[in-house]
């Protein structure tokens, strides 16, 4: 079947822009992650969706950033006024349950924010 | 600090060798798991061990898993081309299993 889909693959936006960034998860999947991973570094945990739990926001760098899922499908990632430190790609996960199981990732999208 | 750090940051072998990189954490955890990254297929998840495991095989991986030491190595044997790309540890934190925290990664580079 068709595994994490995220779109788009690339977005260049200019400094103060608000952005939308798109993830699809394996149907029937209930967790749902969003990371960031800048040039060389590791993943940085943004923020969790289990089912209908209150999602962990634990992981938002700013009020600049927020993310919404709908039921247990789709996910949207916002990142308001973009700043150039928001240069990173964003990669969103999802997996059967939040708990003791592994991650599938999707290919991310690359945001540059001149 | 982040949770997992691998170490070493970098390690270059020959094709045939034996690879190991290891990740160290702080808090406690129920699992513990790594990951594969490379330009071609993208993060990939590789193994995960339980907190009561002690050691795990797939294939020419094995993972080890200290909880006293709070630490964790990743063993790939016969080391080919194809293994080559960077390496990270993610851990779940104990109590908050939701959220994984990942180290920046070990860089392997495995010359033919």
């Known amino acids: 079947g068709a595994g994490v889909s995220q779109s788009p693959s690339n977005k260049v936006t200019e400094k103060g822009k608000d952005v939308e960034l798109r993830c699809d998860p394996i149907?029937?999947?209930?967790?749902l992650y969003w990371y960031r991973q800048r040039l060389g570094q590791g993943l940085e945990f943004l923020i969790y969706?289990?089912?209908?739990?209150?999602?962990?926001k634990s992981g938002l760098p700013s009020d600049r950033f927020s993310a919404e899922r709908t039921g247990e499908s789709v996910s949207t990632l916002t990142i308001q006024r973009t700043q150039q430190e928001d240069s990173a790609v964003y990669l969103c996960?999802?997996?059967?349950?939040?708990?003791?199981?592994?991650?599938?990732f999707g290919p991310g999208t690359r945001l540059t924010v001149t | 600090s982040q949770q997992g750090e691998e170490d070493p940051q970098a390690l270059s072998i020959q094709e045939g060798e034996n690879a190991t990189m290891n990740c160290s954490y702080k808090t406690s955890i129920n699992n513990l798991q790594w990951y594969r990254q490379n330009s071609g297929r993208g993060l990939v998840h590789l193994i995960l061990i339980r907190s009561n495991e002690r050691e795990k095989h797939s294939g020419r991986l094995r993972v080890t898993l200290d909880t006293s030491k709070k630490s964790s190595s990743l063993l790939i044997t016969a080391s080919r081309a194809a293994d080559t790309a960077s390496y990270f540890c993610a851990t779940d934190g104990g109590t908050n299993a939701g959220k994984s925290t990942f180290g920046d990664g070990t860089t392997l580079t495995v010359k033919p």
């Open positions: 969706f289990q089912g209908n739990s209150a999602p962990d």
């Open positions: 149907s029937g999947h209930t967790a």
């Open positions: 996960a999802s997996s059967p349950q939040g708990l003791l199981t592994e991650q599938y």
